[in-house]
Every structure is written in structure tokens, then in C-alpha cells.
Nanobody, 125 residues
Framework: QVQLVESGGGLVQAGGSLRLSCAASGRTFSSYVMGWFRQAPGKEREFVAAISWSGGRTYYTNSVKGRFTISRDNAKNTVYLQMNSLKPEDTAVYYC??????????????????WGQGTQVTVSS
């Protein structure tokens, strides 16, 4: 069992930055692929980024490449999402999630067994 708690959301102007954190409970954090997803008002939840167990591999959706950076600290059971050059279209509730990695596409929500409650990010123009 893994419990996830996100923090760091808020209101920021376009071009600004935020860093989201996701603290995980449980001793097996380092065995999970960790991902960030987001859901904008009236839209489906979508994949944003993911990171491998060791942090050696990262994956991003095209719209955030070069602006967002995912990282993890397994000693602190925490995954981060550094978001720079934010745009109004980045406004959404951001969720972190844990994937035990069964070998399938890590951008698929169905691969993730555990989810946080979400944190709101609002980017004003």
C-alpha cells in the first residue's frame, strides 16, 4: 500500500514557476515508477511526466518538454515536478501516481495503482 500526498500548487502568473512535491508513505517507494498527471476543467485527465525507479529515465508529454522537470529522492520518498515558463493552458489539478511497472506504457493511467488527492495549479495570463 502506498499513500501519496501532493503539495506546492497555487496561483502564478504566466511565465512563472512552481515546484510540486509528492510525499509517499511505505517502504517500497523506490520500487515504483512515479508519474504526474493533470486534469483541466472540462477535460480528461492526461499524462504529464514519469520517472523510473532510480530516476535515471524520465518521460514527458510533448507540451511540457523543456519546461517541466520530474525528479525523485528515494531517501525522502518524494517525487517532484519543477514547472517553469508556465502557461495559462497548464492550469489544472495535478496528481501524482505510483506504478508498480508491469511492463506496459507508463503514460497510461490504468498502469498506476495509487493516486494522490491532487493539487490545484492556476496560471493567470
Amino acid at each position: 500500500q502506498v499513500q501519496l500526498v501532493e503539495s506546492g500548487g497555487g496561483l502564478v502568473q504566466a511565465g512563472g514557476s512552481l515546484r510540486l512535491s509528492c510525499a509517499a508513505s511505505g517502504r517500497t517507494f523506490s520500487s515504483y515508477v512515479m508519474g504526474w498527471f493533470r486534469q483541466a476543467p472540462g477535460k480528461e485527465r492526461e499524462f504529464v511526466a514519469a520517472i523510473s525507479w532510480s530516476g535515471g529515465r524520465t518521460y514527458y508529454t510533448n507540451s511540457v518538454k523543456g519546461r517541466f522537470t520530474i525528479s525523485r529522492d528515494n531517501a525522502k520518498n518524494t517525487v517532484y515536478l519543477q514547472m517553469n515558463s508556465l502557461k495559462p493552458e497548464d492550469t489544472a489539478v495535478y496528481y501524482c501516481a505510483a506504478d508498480p511497472f508491469r511492463g506496459a506504457d507508463i503514460s497510461l493511467q490504468t498502469e498506476y495503482d495509487y493516486w494522490g488527492q491532487g493539487t490545484q495549479v492556476t496560471v493567470s495570463s
